[in-house]
């Protein structure tokens, strides 16, 4: 599937300027505050936009190299927006050999993103995940926090449709 790279604008609320202004007010001036700002930046939009690593930069007077550093270390940041709804569809052993490749190919179809991708209307991300401890009932994804399991194809795809027809 060729695929198209779309960069996001950021977009900020007056709100969210102004939980993350007292966040970099609470922890300006201690140690090791960096990381806490990046888990709360994280929090507050959803992920972390360059703007808002340059702020935290500024605000604690370090460089922008290390916040970047520390972020792509950490598996629990993330450089784009995500979707509205998360699916992470389980590749572990289990899920993989009951199908779940299948699963994911056809959410990659449906959605027209390849894992890790957000749809540009924002609403979906997928994701493919190695094992989330539900192997009794391979194939198993995960939309945001709920859980399907014992899935097939067919099952999945009305998983999707579920959650499209939302909102």
């Known amino acids: 599937m060729s695929q ?52 935290i930069a500024r605000a604690f007077m370090i460089p922008l190299e290390r916040l970047y550093s520390t972020a792509t270390f950490y598996s629990q940041f993330s450089f784009v927006p995500k979707g509205k709804y998360t699916i992470s569809v389980c590749m572990g052993t289990a899920c993989y050999v009951k199908g779940a490749g299948d699963i994911l190919d056809s959410y990659s179809e449906s959605l027209k993103i390849a894992p890790g991708e957000t749809t540009t209307d924002r609403k979906f991300t997928l994701e493919s995940c190695r094992c989330i401890g539900a192997c009794g009932l391979a194939p198993v994804l995960t939309v945001n926090e709920e859980v399907f399991g014992r899935l097939t194809k067919k099952r999945g795809d009305k998983v999707l449709v579920t959650y499209q027809k939302a909102d």
Do not use: H, N, W
């Open 4 to 55: 198209l790279k779309v960069a996001f604008d950021f977009i900020e609320t007056v709100d969210q300027q102004g939980e993350f202004a007292e966040c970099l007010d609470r922890l300006k001036g201690k140690p090791g505050s960096d990381m806490p700002a990046l888990q709360e930046a994280q929090r507050i939009y959803g992920y972390l936009p360059i703007e808002v690593l340059e702020r």
